[in-house]
């Protein structure tokens, strides 16, 4: 695995640096702006920093692909430094944390030396390996060239199996499915040395995870008339604020947009969503039957985006499900039409895989995930993408329209489940 940063007036002139380096397969793992320092900043603009990645078919020496291992000496004593892990004649490897201050948002690990007889309780955002002793200890450095050679090699002989489970036990504590976790752990042994630095394994099972997660997919414009957006999902899951927001951003960016709702079961809901049509001030239609949908179709054929909100529903019943196909199937005969799965992140995962399997009957979809500012656990995003190999979309962490919603970024959900904050 290749990770290398590139610097470009936008993150997309970024890009293309690294696109032409690296090739289309890269994988972007990161961005920050860099402002300028000092006097300078008055005449400089500030610049865009992205970290990629490529996976190598074959892969063997990455100690000069990441960060370097740095060997040094504190009254005789060895210590190891690679992602600031450390090892020496009377320390314990006591904790592996993602550091979250670090303004780089790269992966970090935090260095912390101890006595043997301590040992650290289990705390939040953070990997823990408690008790793994050195048996073996390295001879003093003699020179600063046998320091850099040595560093090429260094890794926790007796821990490496330790940092393996420690990963598995920190990705099934933010509720991974075990099978999943067990499947990249293996995987990443397998393709790893047993020599490998362990910041090269967490870095590699980072990367995994985020090309797992894949680009997210958001709504784009149709080719040709409108781009029909229906949005599904249970009731409670916050989908008509969903809309709203997303219809709010489309408006200010200038697209003509109209609402329309297929739900005459909740008053409450329709009334809701035509309150933010009439703030926006863009139509608003409820649709009874097909021939009042192909009608509305056909009267809004010069608008850009159409967003329905359909009835929330139990995933068990058949009738309303059958008719809300019938919507879908006709849009699609009449406009460009995607379909997004709306679901709150706080759901149990048992529930999330009975509602994804039972909306997969009725059409393919995307996935938007709410109120992730009500769980801390969001292992339950990664189960559900592996299992309806769905693309993700959006996630909403607040009830604030247009604010609260964002493009879905992986980036930021691996960390949290490899116990950043």
Partial sequence: MIIKKYQGKTEEDAMKLAVAELGESCVLMNTKVIKQKGIMKLFKASTVEVTVALEEEEETNYEHLINPINVNLNNDRTIYTGFNQVVSDDTVINSIKIDNNDKSNDVNLKETVLPKEENLSQTNNSLEIKNIEKEEV?????SSETSKESSQ???LENGIDAVYDLIYQTLVDNEVDEKYVEEIITETKNRLKNNTPMDTVLAHIYQRLILRFGEPQTIEGASNGPKVVFFVGPTGVGKTTTIAKIASKLFISGNKVALFTSDTYRI???????SYANIMTVPFRIIYTLDDFEESLESFKEYDYILVDTVGHSHKNTELKENMKKFIDLSKI??????YLVLAASTKMKDLIHIADSYKEITDYRLIFTKLDETYSYGTIYNLKMHTNANLSYVTNGQNVPDDIDTFKPQQIVKKLLGGK
């Avoid at 390295?138 to 003699?142: D, F, G, H, N, Q």
């Avoid at 409450?268 to 035509?274: F, K, P, R, S, T």
């Avoid at 009449?334 to 379909?339: D, N």
């Fill in 138 to 142: 390295a001879e003093p450095v003699a």
């Fill in 153 to 155: 090699d260094v890794v």
């Fill in 268 to 274: 409450a809901a329709a009334e809701q969503l035509h």
């Fill in 334 to 339: 009449k406009a460009e039409t995607e379909v």
